[in-house]
């Protein structure tokens, strides 16, 4: 059984992710500008203010970074977020497709704390545009550290995943049994929880399961519940 990755969001997310991406878009352009003052308050552990890289294109720059910006701010479901993109890395995908990947950092609503992602995307050169991007968030800045996993969180994220998959795939009897759990913390505010193991099916079979998912210690609340069923997840 195979099933490709899944992203739970609230409704309306992805509206609200594309105001975001129309204010935040330019993010890398303005980095070559004279540079914002800091607001006043310690500095992050994570380090000062991210710096925007370029890719030497500004239109795949630019078109880069509004399908990044406006997918972190659809997953996370908040418009106050800030992003910076660390780097720009282009292969050739096709005559036409370049694959760009890189690294960056965000920060959500007046945290001090940035956190890392990791994104990769197509962008089309003839049409100056770029897809949906996969995002991986978190375990990439620095100060981000493993902390204990939290019982009641896995149980809460185990039974969102079970909800999803019998919307998903009308299997209510899902079972969830993961044999590799981990939470990492970025800042104060964010847990980014990794598990690995087999959704059981019963008669229809076990198939492999991996999960990644975003919680909020502020908020109270899940930002981000990604799953990915069969040989992808492995």
């Known amino acids: 059984m195979h099933a490709p990755a899944r992203t739970l969001a609230p409704p309306g997310a992805w509206i609200r992710g594309v105001l975001a991406a129309l204010c ?20 992050s552990p994570a380090g000062q203010r991210p710096m925007a890289a370029t890719s030497g294109d500004e239109a795949l720059d630019n078109a880069v970074a509004a399908v990044v910006v406006a997918a972190l701010a659809e997953q996370l479901d908040t418009t106050m977020i800030e992003v910076g993109i660390d780097s ?11 694959r760009v990947s890189g ?3 965000l920060r959500v609503g007046d945290d001090a704390d940035w956190i890392g992602f990791r994104y990769s995307t197509i962008y089309d050169t003839t049409f100056q ?3 949906y991007p996969q995002l991986t968030i978190g375990g990439v800045a ?8 939290d ?15 019998d919307r998903q795939l009308g299997i209510p009897a899902a079972r969830l049994q993961f044999d590799d759990i981990s939470t990492v913390e970025g800042g ?19 198939t492999p399961v991996r999960i990644e998912a975003l919680y909020d ?18």
């Open 188 to 206: 104060q505010r964010l847990l980014r929880i990794t598990a690995q193991g087999v959704a059981d099916f019963g008669r229809s079979g076990i």
């Open 24 to 43: 935040l878009a330019t993010v890398p352009a303005l980095a070559q500008s004279a540079p914002v003052a800091e607001p006043p308050g310690p500095p």
């Open 88 to 98: 720009f890395d282009v292969a050739i995908a096709s005559v036409r497709d370049r």
């Open 142 to 149: 620095a100060g981000e550290r493993l902390v204990p996993n």
């Open 217 to 234: 210690q502020v908020a109270n609340a899940w930002r981000r519940v990604n799953y990915e069923l069969g040989g992808a997840a492995r």
């Open 151 to 165: 019982a009641l969180l896995v149980r809460q994220l185990e039974d969102r995943i079970t909800v999803e998959l």
């Open 129 to 131: 545009s770029a897809g």
């Open 103 to 105: 690294e960056g950092r």
